[in-house]
């Protein structure tokens, strides 16, 4: 998008941008050490610090002074695409003696390399400021990604219609406010302004072989470009949410954001489109809506427990298009999010947490090796050092463990090929650091 706004959301958002999600789907979740130190339990209502604003706004009124967080996470994938078989498309051309050409279709059963090392690693930044107005409002802003994802197979890859490039990277961009209605009760909500950047690339092959008079007289493989794309845009977004405080030791949050449709514009090559003269400039990213409940209770004088669940609106991710095509099927399911954790205050200086979640996978029938997901499981730790009784230093740590998916991809269902069968796994550390500061 080529207008003056979208350049100036640009050059803002560079350090907010995030491009490898490790949690169901697209999702990124990394939006703080402290929470990436108890696998986001409890993350709507507990409020320790300004990255409260990434899951809640309602909670910014449990500050009585200014507060801002600043962190990163890095996030290490391992992700392998293995036991593959890929079916290139075989056109036989026959020209008999006499009479013109004539063309059948079948395919070539190609056994793939085994590749890893295909999601790079990434650094997901984050930054948030509440600045309460008095006892009963407050204000925050926030920047922070809630989407994105990112896989590079070599150009060499053996099935190049179904690896290429495919990265999809987001900067949220939110400002909040909140009121409190009395000791328990408070509420809040915002505005999103979501940037989105999309590169997609594939290629596509064929195997020409040539006979005539039934007589094979040769073979040649060739590939052209079926898809590129480089496409920005900006979306509107909002959140409510709610807190309630049953005392000082026992509390529960609830909140909901609604996530648009991205319309990024730019340079889309599409061949079919292309083929028919239908060229297309802009494409269509839907994204889901994200719901959270979550509480936080004191056990001890020193020890609490909390947790969350979170339901991600999934189904709204159907298809890729243009505005002639549809690029991509994928036809996703709603999915959840479940974690526990545990907070341990130790002494003045150190707090120590730590928690587990477990991950539901969006995939439903169609699945796909350029993004590789399944049902994942998050062990999480982490601490915060008290610098002084105004600034902490957090540091959080996830070893995620994915499962085997056996992955069935086609072009066309009705057609055997192209198609890649292969077996598809993902792993990750994540790795975070935080300042948080009040005053």
Known sequence: ???????????????????????GGFQVNEHSATGLGRAFAGEAVIADNASVLSRNAAAMTMFDKDAISVGMTVVQPDVTVKNGTYYRPEVDVNKPIFGNITASTSYEAVSMNDVDGIAPTAVVPNFYYIHPINEKMAV??????????GTEFKSNY??????GKTSVQSMNLGMSIAYRFNDHLSVGGGIDVIYGVGDLYRDIDVNVGASVGGAPVGN??????????HATGVGLGANIGMVYEVDKENR?????????????????????????GKNSDKIYLPLPD???????????????????????????????????????????????????GATHYLNNKWILRTGYMYDQTPVDELTSISIPDSDRQWFSAGFTYNWSSNTAIDFGFTYLIGKDVEVHEFVEE???????TATTHADAILAAIQLSHSF
Do not use: C
Not at 141 to 149: E, L
Not at 158 to 163: D, Q, R
Not at 301 to 317: E, L, M, P, R
Not at 320 to 325: A, C, M
């Open 252 to 276: 529960f949050g609830f909140s909901y954001k609604y996530s648009p449709e991205i319309e990024a514009e730019g340079d889309v090559y599409y061949a079919p489109s292309a083929l028919t």
């Open 220 to 229: 040649l493989v060739l590939k052209e470009n079926a898809l590129d794309v």
């Open 290 to 340: 994200i719901a959270e409940f979550s509480g936080f209770h004191m056990i001890t004088d020193k020890t609490a427990i909390h947790y969350s669940i979170q339901w991600v609106g999934w189904s709204a991710f159907d298809t890729i298009e243009t505005e002639y095509d549809t690029i991509k099927e994928y036809h996703w399911k709603d999915s959840y999010h479940y974690s526990i």
């Open 140 to 149: 925050g802003v926030s920047a922070y990604s809630n989407f994105g994802t």
């Open 414 to 420: 009705s057609l055997p090929a192209p198609a890649v």
């Open 1 to 23: 998008m080529n207008t003056t706004f979208s350049r100036t959301l640009l050059a803002t958002s560079t350090l907010f941008i995030s491009a490898t999600s490790m949690a």
């Open 158 to 163: 053996e099935a190049p219609i179904f690896g």
